[in-house]
């Protein structure tokens, strides 16, 4: 498997900078016109990237996995 770095990233949403909690490449970043956060890198492999893309830190997995299952 290959490994990729993710970064954490901040979005401009009507002049304000909002932080998401999904991460992605820089490039992927670049695209949507977003900031990386310092000191966010994180390696992972490449299967644990979603078909669009982001990472899901493990923490927001299992929040994801508790409001589906309400």
Same mark, same amino acid.
Not at 42 to 48: A, G, L, N, Q
């Given at each position: 498997m290959r490994a +990729? /770095? +993710?970064y954490?990233? #901040?979005i401009n949403d009507q002049? %304000? &900078?909002? &932080?998401?909690?999904s991460k992605? /490449?820089?490039k992927d970043i670049e &695209? #949507?016109?977003g900031v990386v956060v310092a000191g966010s890198a994180e390696t992972v492999d490449e299967s644990e990237?979603?078909?669009d893309g982001?990472? #899901?830190?493990k923490h927001e %997995? +299992?929040?994801?996995?508790? %409001?589906?299952s309400h």
């Amino acid at each position: 498997m290959r490994a +990729v /770095t +993710v970064y954490g990233f #901040l979005i401009n949403d009507q002049g %304000k &900078q909002i &932080q998401i909690p999904s991460k992605r /490449t820089i490039k992927d970043i670049e &695209q #949507l016109g977003g900031v990386v956060v310092a000191g966010s890198a994180e390696t992972v492999d490449e299967s644990e990237l979603r078909e669009d893309g982001r990472y #899901l830190p493990k923490h927001e %997995k +299992v929040e994801a996995a508790d %409001k589906a299952s309400h």
